[in-house]
């Protein structure tokens, strides 16, 4: 599964800024964000496959959160928790909308993932820590060393979901080496990250029970976590470094999402913030992909209105006002 990575991240971010009682004006260009993106699934909530779907229910997780610790401070404080409030009472009736037609749409999908789909499963960051640049690995393999049929299965065996009333917390061996591979590149390492995550907040206490390696023999959980966020840092700088491109905006802003969701707290950078917000639309509220790419998150039915000759991977969609421009 992939999820719809931009909008969790902006609000982790807001929940960041709340807690740290960032700039005034900071919080405002998020929630104007956020709005944006809520009136979009408004819109839209038909057509949202459970990727974006799940997506969606991570931001109400975080926002959740943010409203319950915001501090209130003076009248700014108090107006703009008071609008986070707002927002996400419209998210949660669009979002129970979404879920109810995914439901329909995707039987099969759904309930492989349901759990997914509630904001108590996902767990927010209550401590935070740094990436480690002596992690980063001396090379990385050139293409990606997972498979989406694969990561899906592991995910199911976690959730117990990989058939009726399943046993959860399986790791199996193809499963355990897969996800604690070194030198992975982009989606295989953020993939392996939310392998260690979901089985976390699934309450799967040894994932790495029967790893008989002797190099790993040391190894927990949250080292495999430390050692992927810090790869996962060193190519976002990369990406700026090289400037940010159609190509690698969708994983520069899951990166910073999935990880922030991990509680590194270094990928909530301002910079970094104003690059991803720069790239919505403001009148459809959704955020920008190159036209060779196919966005996560909504229906096969509009996707064959809007490209009827086009094939494209099941699942994999495109929106109405997708497509932007990026700056050189």
Request: hydrophobic share 40%; net charge negative.
């Amino acid at each position: 599964m992939r999820t719809a990575a931009l909008l969790p991240a902006a609000a982790l971010a807001l929940f960041a800024a709340a807690l740290c009682a960032t700039r005034a004006e900071v919080i405002d260009d998020i929630l104007g964000s956020l709005s944006r993106g809520v009136s979009f699934l408004e819109r839209q909530h038909e057509h949202i496959n459970l990727d974006g779907a799940v997506g969606f229910v991570m931001m109400q997780a975080e926002l959740k959160e943010a409203v319950q610790t915001w501090p209130h401070t003076d009248s700014v404080s108090w107006a703009q928790r008071t609008a986070a409030v707002a927002l996400l009472n419209r998210l949660d009736q669009s979002l129970e909308k979404a879920v109810t037609a995914l439901k329909m749409n995707d039987p099969k999908y759904y309930r492989e993932f349901e759990p997914l789909l509630t904001s108590t499963f996902w767990m927010i960051p209550q401590e935070w820590r740094s990436t480690d640049p002596s992690l980063v690995y001396p090379s990385t393999l050139t293409s990606e060393c997972y498979d989406e049929q694969l990561s899906d299965k592991c995910l199911t065996l976690l959730l117990g979901t990989w058939k009726m009333n399943g046993t959860p917390c399986i790791v199996t061996k193809p499963c355990r080496d897969t996800m604690t591979h070194f030198g992975c590149p982009h989606y295989s390492l953020s993939h392996q990250l939310l392998y260690f995550m979901i089985g976390r907040m699934r309450g799967c206490n040894n994932l790495l029970k029967g790893d008989t390696r002797a190099s790993r023999t040391n190894m927990t959980e949250q080292n495999y976590q430390d050692i992927f966020c810090s790869n996962m840092m060193k190519a976002n700088q990369d990406i700026i470094t090289n400037g940010l491109t159609e190509q690698t905006v969708d994983i520069f802003i899951e990166n910073i999402m999935i990880c922030g969701l991990a509680g590194f707290s270094d990928f909530h950078k301002t910079d970094w913030l104003q690059h991803i917000l720069r790239l919505q639309d403001d009148e459809v509220g959704c955020f920008g992909r190159d036209k060779s790419f196919v966005s996560q998150v909504i229906g096969d039915e509009l996707l064959e209105q809007l490209q009827p000759h086009r094939r494209v991977k099941r699942r994999e969609k495109i929106l109405p006002g997708e497509f932007l421009f990026f700056p050189d």
